[in-house]
């Protein structure tokens, strides 16, 4: 089964940087659709950033285009998502997922999980 294990998670002060780390247990990672998603206390879990995996495609909720890139490193299993301009609406707990063919930025679309890594952005 594969297993996702994220980190870089942190606190960080409004305007600040993190780049968070999804390391996947095996590949092949190349063939699947990898997601970051995040849950904020009281609110629903929501795409943020996914990426084909090996085919280029990338997609972005509006809230955080122009400030996160999400990017791939296939030698070493592992999906990242910079993170720049943090704000406090940020603050969260991300998670990162894999999802099969055809799979959306949405949640219902990815079916392994990692644990999740807490953002925080606060001053």
């Known amino acids: 089964q594969l297993q996702l294990v994220e980190s870089g998670g942190g606190l960080v002060q409004p305007g600040g940087s993190l780049r968070l780390s999804c390391a996947a247990s095996?590949?092949?990672?190349?063939?699947?659709?990898i997601g970051w998603f995040r849950q904020a206390p009281g609110k629903e879990r929501e795409g943020v950033s996914c990426?084909?995996?090996?085919?280029?495609?990338?997609d972005y909720t509006d809230s955080v285009k122009g400030r996160f890139t999400i990017s791939e490193d296939n030698a070493k299993n592992t999906v990242y998502l910079q993170m720049t301009s943090l704000k406090p609406e940020d603050t969260a707990v991300y998670y990162c997922a894999v999802g099969g063919v055809g799979a959306m930025c949405v949640p219902n679309d990815y079916y392994y999980w990692g644990q999740g890594t807490q953002v925080t952005v606060s001053s």
């Open positions: 095996k590949s092949p990672l190349r063939y699947y659709y």
């Open positions: 990426i084909t995996v090996g085919g280029g495609r990338t």
